[in-house]
């Protein structure tokens, strides 16, 4: 127990380290069992609070993952929301088809341009990155590539103008394994404005990446309100 915590303390810091227990006991102990929260770290049951929504939204899921393991967005379609999911994984967005038929559900990944990309899987990771820097990382580090897809990618911007319908987006969910600040400058923030940003903020290979991701949503009209040690949330001012 104290090498993992050791390795957790080298991994995210000590401050980040602190912050993931404690999300760690809270998902465990109350958000999963009194509060019907889906997500790993109980990021869903912090974001309804934070929108103290009356109404039924709408969400997008970059780097989706799966329709009812460590989902953000499942607590909100059991209440009658529906989103765009996105996951480059083929295997999982058939799931999502299946488990989520309100919902627009896209195989593909997000970058700057439309085109096609690697995607990488390792065999500790629960989903797919884009970013050859962090392929690089979690090779020295020892890890090995268990599979690697040729996926489409396309822009936030051309998702929402092909698929969005003139509807507002209440929150944006973005886990894209070290991918994150790319999929934030694929989009154009004057014409689509989500109400809240949920992002993974930790990255292996740059201890300051939480806060580049910070630098640009700040200058784009948003402020920084949680940080759960791996997410950080962050508000339309």
């Known amino acids: 127990m104290i090498e993992s915590f050791c390795r957790k303390i080298d991994e995210y810091g000590l401050k980040g380290s602190f912050l993931l227990m404690k999300s760690t006991l809270l998902a465990k102990c109350y958000y999963k069992p009194f509060k019907n929260s889906f997500a790993q770290y109980g990021e869903d049951v912090v974001i309804d609070r934070l929108l103290d929504h009356k109404r039924l939204g709408f969400y997008v899921d970059v780097g989706a993952f799966d329709p009812s393991q460590r989902s953000n967005t499942k607590r909100f379609y059991l209440k009658g929301w529906s989103g765009i999911n996105i996951e480059p994984n083929p295997d999982k967005i058939a799931k999502f088809n299946s ?17 096609m990309m690697a995607a990488y899987r390792f065999k500790d990771s629960t989903s797919y990155t884009l970013s050859k820097d962090f392929v690089a990382e979690k090779t020295r580090q020892g890890f090995g590539l268990e599979q690697e897809l040729n ?10 103008d092909e698929h969005l319908g003139g509807r507002c987006i209440d929150f944006v969910s973005i886990d894209a394994e070290g991918y994150d600040l790319a999929v934030l400058r694929s989009n154009n923030w004057e014409k689509y404005r989500p109400r809240l940003v949920c992002i993974e903020s930790f990255n292996i290979q740059d201890r300051g990446y939480g806060k580049k991701q910070e630098a640009f949503l700040i200058k784009r009209g948003y402020r920084k309100v949680y940080d759960n040690g791996l997410n950080s949330f962050y508000v339309e001012i």
């Open 151 to 160: 996926v489409k990618v396309n822009t936030l911007e051309e998702v929402f």
């Open 99 to 115: 488990l989520r038929p309100r919902d627009i559900n896209l195989s593909i990944g997000i970058a700057d341009k439309e085109g």
